[in-house]
């Protein structure tokens, strides 16, 4: 039997910067890690043609790119390297202007005036209270809740009307929000796209401030890639650790957490070796597999197995990636230097899928996020060649096919080939001649997720749905929106909790922050025991 101070389970991106943090406080920490590599979401593999680097899963980094927690980490000293395509990102349209997000505020602001003269002026205002609030903004939701620095930067940032302003803000739909400051639809998709990054909606509340954040986010910091594929990003943080004492096993799946008088004193892994603790468990799994699986309901309190029952999971996902013997031929030459290309055809086109899927219908024409990502970074693939990727949101058990596609609803081989002709019909009606240039694909769609990272429950990217009622003091169940759990010891460390999804290590430094600060007051009580 092994004993250390911290086991981390799962070597994901908050697992491994929650054990980075342990570490550094010379805590002797262990990452078991299911997988036969680390990574979770974050990893790359040649999965199209040879020579193609194709990231599996989360691709482009804002979020990553403007957290404080990762920042403070210095991967670059750790072989890190972040790269940009020429260009954030565009929203081309058939019958319109391509919205083009630059690094350059004036020729994105150049960009939506040409659809509906004014916008620009608009979008520069919007922008410039993004640089005012943004940075106490994002400190604020990246801090375990409540957030107190964060929270008095923000508050020093928003006075008298400007506080107002921003707490309507928050709430906001996107739609409504779009609709107060733009004429144009240019405008109105920029704001959209970048809002539906998450499973949200354009009538949501929150949707109006997500897309603000994402759009602030893309003109700030632009959406880095680390070079030579996202799992360098991973390759960096176990560097890290390791160089600090830390300790990584790779094909160690925990099939239990040990409980005892109450407290986590360690874990069980497939094959009944056990690993004991004398401090803490940080977890970096779903909520529910946590609970249900790895403690048990008979450990936990009545309340939270009775909320656990109403934890709302995230619309599933259908990914693909393609090796392309040359460019995407965008009919908009606008669209040629973008990282990342947002594809539907109106703010109404929006609505209209994201109520089908609110209906669990496979949408007839589903929103598109496309990665050019040999545009971003050449190492991708082959000289004159492009490695590219598209997802979207799918429901998870499908009720019918808007589409008229015939979609059962298993998301097998056949579904997924159906959907995939759909995506890609998608991008040929923007880009005529991109089906000539597929020379491999590989199609992902919830099952495939699930299996090769068993935190995308059912082809769920962001640990349980991003809506309002889901976050903060809601996430992952109705308590404090911290990642302590009822069993003392034991930290939810993974996106299911505050603050969710996205790569910006927060979930994973929270808890371990949470499982430090209980550590000292321990001590501290101990030693008062002792004196009295």
Not at 10 to 18: D, E, I, K, S
Not at 132 to 159: D, E, K, N, Y
Not at 466 to 479: A, E, W
Request: glycine share 14%; aromatic share 6%.
């Amino acid at each position: 039997m092994i004993e250390v101070d911290a086991v981390v389970i799962g070597a994901g991106p908050n697992g491994l910067v929650g054990a980075n943090l342990l570490a550094d406080r010379g805590w002797d920490v262990l990452v078991l890690e299911a997988n036969d590599q680390p990574g979770g979401a974050v990893r790359t593999a040649e999965v199209t043609a040879p020579g193609f680097r194709n990231d599996l899963f989360s691709a482009f980094y804002p979020l990553a790119g403007s957290s404080h927690v990762l920042q403070d980490l210095h991967l670059e000293d750790h072989g890190l390297r972040w790269v940009h395509a020429p260009r954030v990102l565009a929203h081309p349209r058939a019958d319109g202007p391509t919205a083009v997000l630059d690094r350059d505020p004036a020729v994105t602001a150049a960009s939506l005036d040409a659809d509906a003269p004014g916008d620009g002026d608009a979008y520069l205002a919007l922008y410039r209270r993004w640089e005012r609030i943004g940075p106490g903004l994002m400190r604020a939701l990246l801090s375990p809740f409540p957030p107190v620095r964060g929270g008095l930067r923000l508050a020093a940032a928003t006075l008298g009307r400007d506080a107002r302003d921003t707490a309507r803000l928050a709430i906001l739909p996107l739609r409504r929000m779009v609709d107060e400051h733009f004429g144009g639809e240019t405008a109105k998709l920029l704001f959209a796209g970048n809002a539906l990054h998450a499973d949200l909606t354009p009538e949501g509340a929150g949707s109006g401030l997500f897309g603000w954040l994402m759009t602030g986010l893309g003109q700030q910091v632009g959406f880095p890639v680390p070079q030579g594929g996202a799992g360098c990003l991973t390759d960096a943080l176990v560097a890290r650790l390791t160089s600090v004492g830390g300790q990584l096993r790779c094909g160690a799946r925990v099939e239990h957490v040990i409980v005892g008088d109450g407290r986590a004193a360690g874990v069980r892994l497939a094959g009944g070796e056990q690993v004991r603790v004398r401090r803490a468990v940080l977890a970096d799994c779903h909520a529910q597999r946590l609970y249900r699986d790895l403690v048990g309901v008979d450990e936990l309190p009545a309340r939270t197995v009775a909320d656990l029952e109403r934890f709302q999971s995230g619309s599933a996902t259908v990914k693909v990636d393609w090796a392309l013997s040359g460019p995407i031929p965008w009919r908009s030459p606008d669209v040629a230097g973008a990282g990342t290309v947002h594809v539907a055809s109106s703010l109404d086109e929006l609505t209209m899928s994201s109520a089908q899927l609110s209906m669990d219908q496979v949408p007839a024409k589903p929103f598109l996020l496309v990665g050019q990502m040999t545009t971003a970074d050449p190492t991708r693939s082959p000289p004159g060649t492009e490695s590219a990727w598209a997802y979207t949101h799918v429901p998870v058990r499908p009720g019918g096919d808007a589409g008229g596609g015939g979609i059962e609803g298993h998301w097998g081989g056949a579904d997924l080939d159906t959907f995939s002709a759909r995506m890609e019909a998608r991008v040929e009606a923007l880009a005529p001649g991109f089906g000539d240039l597929v020379l491999d694909r590989y199609v992902a769609g919830p099952r495939e997720l699930e299996a090769a990272d068993a935190n995308l429950v059912d082809g769920d990217i962001g640990g349980g749905t991003s809506q309002l009622h889901q976050q903060l003091i809601f996430r992952p169940v109705g308590g404090l929106g911290r990642a302590e759990t009822p069993i003392v010891g034991l930290y939810l460390a993974s996106a299911s909790a505050h603050p969710g999804g996205g790569v910006h290590g927060a979930c994973g430094a929270n808890g371990a922050r949470a499982a430090l600060a209980h550590d000292r007051l321990t001590r501290v009580r101990a030693r008062l025991s002792r004196g009295s």
